[in-house]
């Protein structure tokens, strides 16, 4: 769980009732709740600035005032978080992004290479180009998207799903590109490019894997 072990609050979803979604209740747990205890931190491939720990719950009891809304609504909030969830993930890849590309730029600027800028050689500019112009495509995605849930757009789910997808996969290949720009020295931690390709990767699997977008995207066009 995200924030494990640091945060002060923990949303948590219980089963309450009967099975199925209408079973499950929506739970706030103060850290400190007798019970309540945290693993190891993990060890992660990126975002390594965010704590990340298995949440334990040994006997822990809540009180019902700790309940958010009625009983048998925690499934309902929970899905009703995704669509903004998704359009936070593509915005975080846009901001890592946006690094790379601009990184980028200032490499191919200051780097030359037999006795010119990097910056001349015209396949470079092309890479360069396509990079911008996907950066861009993503970025009105993820704010149609956007657009489209403060709306109440009953297409919103689709459009998130969309973003979701095309930010996080078009977000991670400028990242790659940017890293493949700096040779050998987008490898190096001397350089950001290694680490914003490590943030970036996780978002394709965050809120929803991106196989799991192309089922909502798929299951929207022919639920029409």
Same mark, same amino acid.
């Given at each position: 769980?995200?924030?494990?072990?640091?945060?002060?609050?923990?949303?948590?979803? #219980?089963?309450?009732?009967?099975?199925?979604?209408?079973?499950?209740?929506?739970? &706030?747990?103060?850290?400190?709740?007798?019970?309540?205890?945290?693993?190891?931190?993990?060890?992660?491939?990126?975002?390594?600035?965010?704590?990340? #720990?298995?949440?334990?719950?040994?006997?822990?009891?809540?009180?019902?005032?700790?309940?958010?809304?009625?009983?048998?609504?925690?499934?309902?909030?929970?899905?009703?978080?995704?669509?903004?969830?998704?359009?936070?993930?593509?915005?975080?890849?846009?901001?890592?992004?946006?690094?790379?590309?601009?990184?980028?730029?200032?490499?191919?600027? $200051?780097?030359?290479?037999?006795?010119?800028?990097?910056?001349?050689?015209?396949?470079?500019?092309?890479?360069?180009?396509?990079? $911008?112009?996907?950066?861009?495509?993503?970025?009105?995605?993820?704010?149609r998207a956007a657009f489209a849930l403060?709306?109440?757009?009953?297409?919103?789910?689709?459009?998130?799903?969309?973003?979701?997808?095309?930010?996080?996969?078009?977000?991670?290949?400028?990242?790659?590109?940017?890293?493949?720009?700096?040779?050998?020295?987008?490898y190096l931690r001397d350089y950001p490019?290694?680490?914003? &390709?490590?943030?970036?990767?996780?978002?394709?699997?965050?809120?929803?894997?991106n196989e799991i977008m192309r089922v909502?995207?798929?299951?929207?066009?022919?639920?029409?």
């Amino acid at each position: 769980i995200s924030g494990a072990g640091t945060s002060d609050l923990y949303l948590v979803m #219980a089963r309450t009732g009967e099975g199925g979604a209408r079973g499950v209740s929506a739970f &706030v747990v103060e850290a400190g709740t007798p019970g309540l205890s945290f693993g190891a931190q993990e060890r992660k491939m990126g975002w390594n600035a965010q704590p990340t #720990a298995i949440v334990h719950f040994d006997g822990v009891r809540v009180p019902a005032a700790h309940r958010i809304g009625a009983e048998g609504q925690g499934f309902r909030f929970a899905m009703a978080g995704l669509d903004g969830g998704r359009i936070n993930i593509a915005a975080c890849s846009l901001g890592g992004a946006g690094l790379a590309l601009e990184t980028a730029r200032e490499h191919l600027s $200051a780097r030359r290479q037999f006795g010119r800028p990097l910056a001349d050689f015209q396949a470079l500019q092309f890479r360069l180009a396509d990079m $911008a112009t996907e950066l861009e495509a993503a970025r009105l995605m993820v704010r149609r998207a956007a657009f489209a849930l403060d709306a109440g757009d009953p297409d919103a789910t689709l459009y998130c799903a969309m973003a979701k997808r095309f930010a996080t996969d078009g977000g991670f290949e400028v990242a790659n590109q940017a890293l493949q720009l700096h040779g050998g020295y987008g490898y190096l931690r001397d350089y950001p490019l290694e680490r914003i &390709v490590r943030d970036l990767r996780v978002h394709q699997i965050l809120e929803g894997t991106n196989e799991i977008m192309r089922v909502i995207i798929s299951r929207e066009i022919l639920g029409r």
